[in-house]
């Protein structure tokens, strides 16, 4: 089930995390941190590779014994973690690719408010909505 | 089809809105920055909805490729006529009937008057640029009408 999701900004700043269990929010800020260094490791060994269909997905950026992560960066170098459980192992590639899609159309729609400023901290109610019925379906459906 | 016909008009009417409010002296360079600023939003919000589906862009030539072809047919239904650049930063984009000035002239008649036009498109281009990462100045000229050039200066770290 997916813990955590978070997004974080151009210049690297966070601009939104949700977990499913508040008390451990902190610690998610941190591994949150660390995953911006495997995104950009990623996005410089795809342009060096040179291959001709990039992706936005990035695929698995980090593994470890309690939690696994998954990264997105959009064309506005806005980026999209997902951290999942180890434990579990029943999200499926093309499951997590489908959440990411969800949450890149919710930024989309997001940045058509006036009322935000893209790269100011995330406060819409109807997003933090979406992403906590994605956060649910998600942890629901394992 | 009236729908391409509403952006002409709201465009107009911005420029002759933001002409009309400031009559003084000084009319030139804050009128045009409001209307270039106006343009820096709209481009800067505009470019996340029109790159969702776009795959990932590579380097920065790639970007002003995707500029010149998706972004410009999306805003004025047509591509861009021609790409010009020297490699070091500098490029320029040529239209050669743009569409906010394809319906004020085909001659040099109103030439003086047709710089306010290109305003807000250089926004609109400063702002998408901004976006996908590109800080840059953009200027325009026209020699004709209704050919216009847009001159791109990124700015390297």
Redesign the interface.
């Known amino acids: 089930m997916a813990v955590c999701i978070g997004f974080i900004g151009?210049e690297n700043s966070p601009l939104f995390l949700r977990c499913i269990n508040p008390s451990q929010e902190l610690q998610f800020h941190y591994i949150m941190h660390t995953c911006i260094d495997f995104v950009e490791e990623k996005?410089i060994q795809?342009?060096k590779s040179g291959s001709d269909?990039?992706?936005?997905y990035l695929g698995l950026l980090y593994s470890s014994e309690e939690v696994k992560a998954y990264g997105f960066?959009?064309?506005?170098?806005v980026k999209i973690v997902i951290i999942i459980d180890s434990t579990n192992s029943l999200l499926r590639d093309n499951e997590i690719r489908a959440i990411f899609r969800k949450l890149?159309?919710a930024?989309?729609e997001l940045?058509?408010n006036p009322f935000y400023t893209?790269g100011d901290p995330i406060t819409a109610k109807s997003f933090s909505i979406l992403v906590d019925e994605l956060l649910a379906s998600s942890s629901s459906s394992s | 089809m009236a729908d391409d016909a509403l952006f002409d008009f709201l465009h107009m009417e911005i420029v002759s809105q933001v002409t009309k409010s400031d009559p003084g002296s000084l009319q030139d360079g804050v009128t045009m920055s409001k209307l270039e600023q106006i343009g820096y939003s709209t481009g800067y919000r505009f470019i996340e909805r029109l790159t969702k589906d776009l795959s990932r862009f590579k380097d920065e030539l790639e970007v002003m490729k995707a500029i010149c072809k998706d972004f410009w047919s999306a805003v004025f239904k047509k591509q861009v006529d021609n790409l010009r650049t020297n490699h070091q930063g500098v490029y320029v984009l040529q239209d050669n009937k743009f569409r906010f000035l394809a319906s004020i002239s085909n001659s040099r008649q109103y030439l003086e008057l047709a710089p306010k036009y290109l305003v807000f498109t250089c926004g609109l281009l400063r702002g998408a640029l901004a976006s996908l990462g590109l800080t840059c100045i953009v200027t325009a000229e026209v020699t004709t009408m209704p050919a216009c050039k847009f001159q791109v200066h990124l700015q390297r770290a």
């Not at chain 1, 960066?73 to 170098?77: C, D, L």
């Open positions: 151009k996005i795809s342009n269909v990039r992706e936005l960066v959009t064309n506005t170098k890149h159309n930024y989309t940045v058509c893209p």
